[in-house]
Structure formats: C-alpha cells, structure tokens
C-alpha cells in the first residue's frame, strides 16, 4: 500500500532518535577536546629526529647526510651540514645537520625520509596537534622542535622502536667485532714495521655505513 | 484562576492599553498584538531551529550541537551574531532593489498569515470573516517573493530553484486549499476562529476534532503533504537542492538577507502547522476534556510544535523527490484523492448522525486511497536506457 515505505522509514528514524539516548553504541561519538581516544600504535603524522642520551643536541642520530631532503617528494626538509664533526652518541666523530627544518604546511606525511634513512634517524610521530597562529614560523619545525628521545620514541610506537633498536644494537656488535678483529690483526702485523700499509687498509670504515 | 491564566495575554493587554484615552485603544490593541507576533514567532525559530538540529543529530546517531550555552541552547543566537556580522553581497549584475525587497516580502507575509490564527481561547490578532481565505491569499503571496528572489539574483540556479519552488508551490497551494475546503464544507465557516471553536465539544473524554473523522483523516494527510511541499521541506525540498542547485533561489544571499529567508522559512512552517492545528487539530481545544484547565494558549503552541517536531522527523527520514515524482504526486495522486475526499465530506455532511456514515465514509476512503495508490503511483518499469547518436 502506498505510505508502507514511509511509515517503515519514519519508525526506523524514531528508534535512532530513541536510542541514541540509551544506547552508547549507537552515540559514537567522542567529544574530542575533552575526551580522546587513544591512538593507535601504527598512528603517524610528521617526521621527528630521534636522540639518543638526555642532551638532544649531541644525541641526535642524524648525520646531516641529505638523503630525506633529496628523497622528499613535497621537498619539506632543509638540512644544512655542519662544517665540523662532532662525537656522536657512540663516540664517533660524525657531521651533524647544523640546521634541520621541516616546513609541516607542506609536508604530507609519506614517511618516505623515514625508509631511505639509513641512520633510523628520523621517525614518524603521532602528535597532531599542531595549530599555530603564526602561519610561517610556526609550521616550519626546527632541529629543536623535531628532536625527541628515543624513550619517546618507545613511548609512542614501541614494537617499532624496540626493532629499531635490536637493529641499532645487532650492527653496533657487529661493527664492534670488526673493530676487534681489525685491531687484533693490525696488532699482529704492527711486529713486522715494514707492513704498516696494510694495517690502514684494514681499518673499518664506519660502525654505522653498512646497515642492511 | 483557571481563566484569569488563560486569558492572561488579554487581560495584559486590556491593563496596558487602559492607560490610554478611549479613542486609541483598539488600535494600541493591534500594535501591541502585533508586536507581540513579531517578537514571539522569531523566539520560536530560534528554539526550532535548535529542536531541528538536536533532532536531526539524534536521528543520524549524533550529538547536535553542544557547544554553545547548556544543550548548545544558545546555538541559534551564535548563529545569528554570525550572520548579521557578516558582509551583504550584492551580485553585479543583479537587480538591487527586487534583490533586496525580496526576503523582506517573504518575512512580511509569512507574518501576515499569523493575523488570523486563534493561537487561544479570544487571542487572535484580526477575527476576519473569511480568515482562511485571507491565510491563503498570504501565502500564495510568498510565491511572488521566491520568484523576486531567484529572478533578481541573475544566477542560473537561483532562477531554476525559484522557477520549481514556483511550480512546486501553485500545484501543492491547489489541494492545500481544497483539503481546507471540506473543512469549510462541515463548519459551515470562513472564520479560523469560529472553525476553531466549532472543534471545541466533547463525546465523553473525547475531542470532537475534525482529524477523528474519516474525511477529516484523509484531509489532514493530504493537508500535511501539501503543507511540507509548500514550506519546502524535505522530502520536497527541491527548489535548494543542494546537490543540483547550490541552494536554490537563495544563492546569492549573504549575511541578513539569507537570515531573512532562513526565518520565513521557518515562518511558514509555523503559520502552517498553526492553520494545520486550526483546521484539523482542534486550534486551541484540549485533547482531553478533563485538561481543560490547562491554559488553551498552550494546547494550540504544543499542538504546533508536534507538528514542527514531524516536519522534522520526515525531514531525517526521507530522501529527495525528483522533479517528474514531484509533480506526478501532485497532480496524479493527491489532487483527484482530495476532489475525491470533498465528495465523501459532503456525503457525511449529509448522510446524518449514525455509525453508518462512518462505516461508508472511511470504506470509500480506503478503497480509493489503496486503489489509487496502486494504480496512479504505480513505478513505471523502464528498460536499460539507450541513446543515438548522431551520425
């Protein structure tokens, strides 16, 4: 009969009205402010630059090597590398990024910097609340801004950072032992002087260039 | 006591014009009940507008808003701040002077209409003679607004969304005013207030409203159809369709002026549901006779926002007509079931007191409504669609 369909959506309509007074599942909604859901662990937003240690200046991991500026599709990052080496947070004298920027209003969160890093220096972060009155400087992160300790790291995507870690940690023994294997056979043939060429050779490159 | 309450409004006003000479009285009378109208009905808008809101929230699984004062009770008055702050744009090209005359048209004839209604026991602004008349004449006249409006803006959509309300409203005004004809058939009256009145007795417990009659069903369906159609709501909101037309005749409208429309809009619905509640509803009558100490002035603005309440109730549930569905409703459905519906009035006007009357009335009803229902609104079962091209 004509005006079924009509009382049939009126009734359905009514029981959403009713029930979203009762029923919790029906009212979803999360009044944000407030009240928050928390994020999810594979939750991204912008890119940050871990640090290892307390002081975020000497710890950070990044060697100023400009691949996640070259890679950028949107072209967000600007990286400026220091004229001097500094210790890194394992001792070894490494460049540094003098200045490190990230324009946020531009970039659009790929976390292609994050995959070419060959350093696990930059990561992906889940704090989107970055509203700022000031339009320029205030969407244009600095190396301050962007550094954050790998505790934070852990903090906020820990399967991921414990990975990372293991990694880090796998290649610093595995560089070690080179370092010691080198050392021993470098000892061995310090005997005979004339060899001395060899021993520089032998030297490793870098504990940190091989990561695969 | 019981009447002192429902006559309040008259009594104030006899208080506050019996300060003056003799001679001004009726005309201070009028001011003051005009000025009351034009305060109380924008008041009620904003509490629509806000009902609408909640309820439309509500009926999505949402919240509505909640923001602004306790419930988001004060949305509407944000709502308006904003809007009279922002800028009035003025197309360049456009005709400035019908532009800007149009919303003002539409507001003051929307408000007209309120002249007439019984919105109490002795409350009405003008007891005309042929008030229902009058009622229609006002609204009919917002047609010619909506026209000035879409005609002035110079914008393609705003003249296609003035151009089907024109037409979607002169084909539903023809059975809003043949559903109030069978009205008129069994008062005997033109006058609101007297149609209101004539309401006002009871069977037992029971109203001897015009709704608890077969004929007087069947009218009020096709009354509310017709008066959802001639509001533009939804489902017949054609003429600011937002997915074709931008919204319609009021486009180019910024700032006050597109407030203007919002509130006639809104208006419309009030005077509308209020000539619903008067023809059909019993005006200001209780619904119970042992609640007839219950001021009458609240009887008619409850009734009133029921029926608000359903505008927006079939505003969450139905979606859109297209314009074909539109008219063929009009013209194949619910005209010829009115012409039939006055027929049936007159043959319970004639056929006597009894159970019969009933029993043959609300027969003939049905059968027509069912039988017109399959036939007339039946789908036409259309093949895959194919086109030619020109070689």
Same mark, same amino acid.
């Given at each position: 009969?004509?005006g079924?369909?009509i009382?049939k959506?009126?009734?359905e309509?009514a029981?959403n ?10 009212l ?14 594979a939750?991204?937003v ?9 002081d975020?200046e ?14 950028c599709?949107?072209k967000c990052?600007?990286i400026?590398?220091?004229k001097?080496?500094k210790?890194?947070?394992l001792?070894?004298?490494q ?10 209003? +531009?970039c659009?969160s790929c ?7 060959p ?14 009155d000031?339009?320029?400087?205030g969407?244009?992160?600095d190396?301050k ?10 903090s906020?995507h820990?399967?991921?950072?414990a ?17 010691k ?27 940190m260039?091989?990561?695969? | 006591?019981? *009447? ?7 009594l104030?006003?006899?208080?506050i014009?019996g ?11 009028i001011?003051l ?6 305060c109380?009905?924008p ?6 507008v806000?009902?609408e ?14 923001r602004?004062?306790p419930?988001?009770?004060l949305?509407?008055?944000?709502d308006?701040?904003?809007?009279l ?6 197309p360049?090209n456009?005709d400035?002077a019908?532009?800007l ?16 209604l ?7 602004l003008?007891?005309?003679d042929?008030g ?9 006249s ?10 002035s803006?110079?914008n393609k ?6 151009m089907?309300?024109?037409?979607q ?10 559903? =109030? ?6 008062s ?9 009145s004539a ?17 007087g069903l069947a009218?009020?369906i ?8 001639e509001t ?8 600011? =369709?937002e997915?074709?037309?931008v919204a319609?005749y009021?486009?180019e409208?910024?700032?006050f002026k597109?407030?203007?429309?919002f509130?006639?809009?809104y ?5 509308i549901?209020?000539?619903? *509640?008067t023809?059909?509803?019993g ?10 100490? +219950?001021?009458?002035?609240?009887w008619?603005?409850a009734k ?5 309440f ?5 505003r969450?549930?139905?979606?859109r ?11 194949k ?11 049936? *009035? ?6 006597g007191e ?6 043959v ?5 049905a ?7 399959k +036939? ?5 079962h ?8 020109a070689?």
């Open positions: 009969m004509l079924e369909g009382v959506g009126m009734l309509t029981k009205f009713a029930g979203s007074y009762v029923s919790k599942e029906r979803t909604t999360v009044e944000y402010p407030e009240e928050r859901i928390a994020p999810i662990e939750a991204r912008f890119p940050f630059l871990v640090y290892d240690g307390t975020w000497s710890g950070l991991r990044c060697v100023a090597c400009q691949i996640c500026e070259k890679e599709p949107p990052i600007y400026d590398k220091s001097d080496k210790p890194d947070a001792g070894k004298a460049f540094y990024p003098s200045r490190f920027d990230i324009d946020i209003s +531009v659009m976390q292609i910097c994050v995959e070419v890093c350093f696990e220096a930059i990561k992906m972060d889940n704090e989107f609340e970055l509203a700022t000031d339009r320029f400087g969407l244009l992160l190396r801004d962007l550094a954050k300790s790998n505790q934070y790291y852990h906020i820990p399967t991921e950072a990975e990372v870690d293991a990694r880090l940690a796998a290649e610093k023994a595995k560089a070690d032992a080179k370092a294997a080198a050392a021993s056979a470098a000892a061995a043939k310090a005997d005979p002087a004339a060899k001395a060429e060899g021993a520089t050779k032998a030297k490793p490159e870098s504990p260039a091989g990561g695969d | 006591m019981a *009447t002192t309450l429902d006559q309040i409004f008259i104030l006003r006899d208080w014009t300060f003056l000479p003799q001679a001004w009285r009726p005309a201070a009378g001011v009940g005009a000025a009351t109208i034009v109380l009905f008041a009620l808008f904003a509490l629509a806000w009902m809101r909640k309820g439309l929230g509500r009926m999505q699984n949402r919240l509505g808003p909640n602004v004062g419930f988001g009770l949305q509407p008055i944000a308006g701040i904003k809007s702050t922002k800028e009035d744009i003025v360049l456009a400035a019908v532009h005359l149009a919303p003002v048209v539409l507001v003051v004839t929307v408000f007209m209409g309120f002249a007439v019984p919105m109490g026991r002795n409350m009405v003008v007891d005309m042929a229902l008349l009058f009622f229609f004449a006002m609204g009919a917002t047609e010619v607004a909506v026209f000035m409006a879409g005609w803006s110079r959509y705003s003249l296609l969304g003035a089907r309300a024109v037409a409203m002169i084909s539903y005004e023809v059975v809003l005013l043949l559903s =109030g004809v069978s009205v008129v058939m069994i005997g009256s033109l006058s609101l207030v007297k149609i209101a309401q006002n007795h009871y069977t037992g417990w029971l109203p001897n409203w015009y709704i608890f009659t077969p004929w009218g009020f096709m009354f509310a159809i017709a008066a959802t159609a533009n709501r939804s489902p017949f909101d054609l003429p600011e =369709g997915s074709e037309l319609g009021h486009t409208y910024s700032g597109f407030a203007l429309f509130l006639g809009e208006l419309a619905m009030f005077s549901s209020g000539l619903g *509640t023809l059909f509803l005006g200001w009558s209780a619904p119970l006779s042992i609640l007839t100490w +219950v001021p009458s002035w609240i008619f603005f009133v926002m029921v029926s608000i359903v505008f927006i109730w079939m969450g549930t139905l979606p007509l297209r314009q074909d569905q539109l008219m063929n409703f009009a013209w459905f619910v005209l010829p079931f009115t012409l039939i519906n006055l027929m049936v *009035t007159a043959l319970w006007r004639f056929m009894g159970w019969e009357r009933w029993a009335c609300s027969l003939i009803l059968a027509v409504f069912v039988l017109m229902g +036939v007339g609104m039946r789908r036409e259309l093949g895959p669609r194919s086109y030619r091209y070689e």
